[in-house]
């Protein structure tokens, strides 16, 4: 465990000490004003206050946000030269992946805290669900978690971080769209179990229609912390496969 710190520590020290990272933080948290402010305006009182505004809004844009903060921890490293370097560490490589992960997901989890404020703000035009705040905000949390872990795979893939960050993109965006791709899939009489099935896989079907509602389920979590614990076992396979080749 003493391992995993060390390298989460390192990587959180370089994720406060880059200039993208509080760019990202800047725009997101300026593009959220923007909108909750349109939000509030439109609304005038004539309907509830959407606790779920914020952490809605911020797992949509996690296909833009994750590839950008996890596409340099591994195709950085890589490029440089320096995982060779790293590898040689008395350590493993589950040690070295899971500490780069926990460190993106920390620095996810402050952008989420940060988003609390628009929640606190709510209170003062009406009386927000509490459930369905808890819920959303739980469950954009663990969603980040799943996006973040998936888009590491990339970058462990690639050296280039351009094409880590697009595939990683690429890869979310799916996932995110499956729920869509399943209503058409659905049209066809003879693909219904498909359909449920590709319904099932996707991102959409665990947070839009429960977490983000308020229903929190048991199968919804499982499903974020498997996909979070299946993509980390495929990113130490593929850095296992360049300790093998060296």
Same mark, same amino acid.
């Given at each position: 465990?003493?391992?995993?710190?060390?390298?989460?520590?390192?990587?959180?020290?370089?994720?406060?000490?880059?200039?993208?990272?509080?760019?990202?933080?800047?725009?997101?948290?300026?593009?959220?004003?923007?909108?909750?402010?349109?939000?509030?305006?439109?609304?005038?009182?004539?309907?509830?206050?959407?606790?779920?505004?914020?952490?809605?809004?911020?797992?949509?844009?996690?296909?833009?946000?994750?590839?950008?903060?996890?596409?340099?921890?591994?195709?950085?490293?890589?490029?440089?030269?320096?995982?060779?370097?790293?590898?040689?560490?008395?350590?493993?490589?589950?040690?070295?992946?899971?500490?780069?992960?926990?460190?993106?997901?920390?620095?996810?989890?402050?952008?989420?805290?940060?988003?609390?404020?628009?929640?606190?703000?709510?209170?003062?035009?009406?009386?927000?669900?509490?459930?369905?705040? #808890?819920?959303?905000? %739980? &469950?954009?949390?663990?969603?980040? *978690? @799943?996006? !973040? /872990?998936?888009?590491? +795979?990339?970058?462990?893939?690639?050296?280039?971080?351009?094409?880590?960050?697009?595939?990683?993109?690429?890869?979310?965006?799916?996932?995110?769209?499956?729920?869509?791709?399943?209503?058409?899939?659905?049209?066809?009489?003879?693909?219904?179990?498909?359909?449920? #099935?590709?319904?099932? %896989? &996707?991102?959409?079907?665990?947070? *839009? @229609?429960? !977490? /983000?509602?308020?229903? +929190?389920?048991?199968?919804?979590?499982?499903?974020?912390?498997?996909?979070?614990?299946?993509?980390?076992?495929?990113?130490?396979?593929?850095?296992?496969?360049?300790?093998?080749?060296?």
């Amino acid at each position: 465990m003493s391992k995993v710190i060390a390298v989460f520590k390192r990587e959180v020290g370089l994720y406060f000490r880059s200039p993208i990272a509080y760019a990202i933080s800047f725009a997101l948290l300026l593009f959220l004003s923007v909108l909750f402010n349109s939000f509030i305006t439109q609304a005038n009182g004539t309907f509830p206050a959407d606790p779920g505004f914020a952490p809605n809004l911020l797992t949509f844009l996690m296909f833009l946000i994750a590839p950008l903060l996890t596409m340099r921890l591994i195709a950085e490293e890589s490029r440089e030269g320096t995982l060779e370097v790293l590898m040689t560490l008395p350590m493993s490589e589950a040690h070295f992946i899971v500490g780069k992960f926990l460190a993106a997901w920390a620095y996810f989890t402050v952008l989420l805290l940060l988003s609390v404020v628009y929640y606190f703000l709510l209170t003062l035009v009406g009386i927000p669900d509490q459930g369905v705040a #808890f819920g959303a905000y %739980l &469950g954009a949390w663990l969603y980040g *978690g @799943a996006v !973040l /872990a998936i888009a590491m +795979i990339w970058s462990a893939i690639t050296e280039d971080q351009i094409v880590a960050a697009f595939l990683g993109a690429a890869t979310i965006l799916v996932l995110y769209l499956a729920e869509f791709a399943a209503i058409w899939i659905s049209g066809q009489q003879t693909l219904s179990g498909v359909a449920d #099935f590709v319904r099932e %896989l &996707g991102l959409q079907a665990h947070f *839009g @229609a429960t !977490l /983000a509602q308020g229903i +929190i389920r048991a199968e919804d979590i499982v499903y974020f912390v498997f996909v979070i614990i299946g993509a980390l076992f495929i990113t130490t396979r593929l850095v296992e496969t360049r300790r093998w080749r060296a």
